[in-house]
């Protein structure tokens, strides 16, 4: 960005946050975050925290440079403006958005892609898509999975997604691995084809910025399961075919599992006492339509 500032001194640069360096080490603890921003000039945090406060430096720099600064969710937008010392007037708040409303398949379609795929018709599909790693709370999700098979034996975990280590992730599966159905990478054809068919979609992420795994499980009319993680907590609230699990310590991974498993709990009591068909879930608000974002960014570029 300094490069092209120099070079083409005439140019706009519009900087858009898919992510920051601080979420991932911290799991999304903003309220972590900030404590160690305040304290920044103590050796302490200096000495411990070197990684986190260059990137921070790195990330203020970046904005200094920009522009526009646009932030995918009101949690980014909040901590740009109080501690980032960002002027207001250059931040725009534009979250991701869905190209087109999903057609639903057919209660045929869907008993098809259940007999190919082997899968009983009363089995209850919880459906993961992401990576499988901490951050994304693949991990409690397993946990929280292996309480809830107790309750519910008829259910399945599908997980749609690419690991680096199939040895440790089928070990943490034990003794569940029989009811998890591991898809690996698929696919956006495919992906959908398990957003159809599924009960209930989990979005259990320490954070994320705006997650398009939620925007796809909304669009396919899924309840679904969510944290309360940074940035997630901006796309889910508790509502009637929404569930949100506490987070709380992220030392103390048994606590967000059981919240987990309430959730889930839950809702799979919810359709099993009025069936999925007559649960309302809504499509998104019209700020994760296609058709808003693309006047937010017009008018991003005419500002400019």
């Known amino acids: 960005m300094k490069t092209i500032r120099e070079s083409h001194p ?3 640069q519009i900087y858009v946050i898919h992510d920051m360096a601080w979420t991932l080490h911290l799991f999304g603890d903003v309220d972590r975050y900030i404590r160690i921003l305040k304290q920044k000039n103590r050796k302490y945090v200096v000495e411990r925290y070197a990684y986190l406060l260059e990137a921070y430096r790195e990330e203020v720099e970046m904005c200094r440079y920009a522009d526009r600064v646009v932030c995918l969710s009101e949690d ?11 002027e207001q007037d250059k931040l725009r708040l534009i979250p991701n958005a869905l190209f087109e409303r999903t057609v639903l398949w057919s209660e045929k379609q869907k008993k098809a892609f259940r007999k190919k795929m082997m899968l009983p018709d009363d089995e209850k599909i919880l459906l993961y898509v992401g990576r499988m790693t901490e951050q994304k709370g693949f991990m409690a999700c397993i946990n929280a999975f292996k309480e809830i098979v107790k309750v519910y034996p008829m259910s399945r975990l599908a997980v749609v997604g690419t690991t680096g280590n199939w040895d440790f992730v089928r070990k943490i599966c034990y003794p569940v691995l029989a009811k998890v159905h591991f898809t690996g990478a698929l696919s956006s054809e495919e992906v959908d084809k398990w957003y159809q068919i599924s009960d209930i979609g989990l979005l259990p992420s320490y954070t994320e910025q705006c997650s ?6 909304i669009a396919h009319r899924l309840p679904v399961v969510a944290s309360d993680g940074f940035g997630v907590r901006c796309m889910f609230q508790k509502q009637e075919y929404v569930r949100v699990a506490h987070i709380g310590d992220i030392n103390q991974a048994d606590g967000f599992k059981d919240e987990l498993v309430m959730a889930t709990l839950s809702l799979l009591r919810s359709l099993d006492e009025r069936g999925k068909t007559n649960i309302d879930v809504t499509y998104p608000n019209e700020n994760y339509l296609t058709d808003k974002g693309r006047r937010l960014y017009l008018m991003l570029f005419e500002d400019c």
Request: hydrophobic residues 30%; contains cysteine; negative net charge.
């Open 10 to 12: 005439l140019s706009k």
């Open 76 to 86: 980014t937008y909040r901590l740009l403006e109080t501690c980032y010392s960002e």
């Open 212 to 217: 398009y795994v939620g925007l796809e499980m």
